[in-house]
């Protein structure tokens, strides 16, 4: 294969239309764009949206608050995980203890406030300084 003798399939291409060439083509004349008005101009055209004069649409609707559709990651600090009964920590009991919010599909683990009990955490992420700070305190991180 040489890329000198690339050519598009057969029938995917197709030749362009050259308009305003005489009665004889078909579309000459006016050349496919109609009689008079603004699309029929050279260098006629308005903005998306524009309703000639009119208030557009997106502008007489009231406009009202963004909801990201990204799921929610949920922060926990270290010191916030003395609340917890279970030594366990997973997403689960987590929310159970309100520490993140219901619909939250992931939480991870910071480095703020001090540990004194040991934990082994389950499926939530963590930190590098909150890894070290929960492994210091005798708790171990599942994967």
Request: positive net charge; proline residues 6%.
């Amino acid at each position: 294969m040489r890329l000198n003798t690339l050519t598009p399939p057969s029938g995917s291409r197709r030749p362009r239309k050259r308009v305003g060439r005489g009665i004889g083509s078909g579309i000459g004349k006016t050349a496919g764009r109609g009689h008079k008005g603004q699309k029929s101009r050279s260098g006629g055209y308005h903005k998306t949206g524009f309703e000639g004069g009119q208030m557009p649409l997106q502008r007489r609707l009231p406009k009202s608050g963004f909801r990201s559709h990204r799921p929610l990651c949920a922060e926990v600090g270290t010191g916030r995980l003395e609340s917890l009964d279970e030594p366990t920590v997973t997403l689960d009991s987590l929310r159970s203890a309100g520490l993140v919010p219901g619909h939250a599909v992931r939480a991870k683990i910071m480095l703020r406030g001090e540990l004194t009990r040991a934990y082994a955490v389950q499926g939530v992420a963590v930190t590098r300084g909150a890894r070290a700070a929960i492994e210091a305190a005798g708790g171990e991180i599942q994967e």
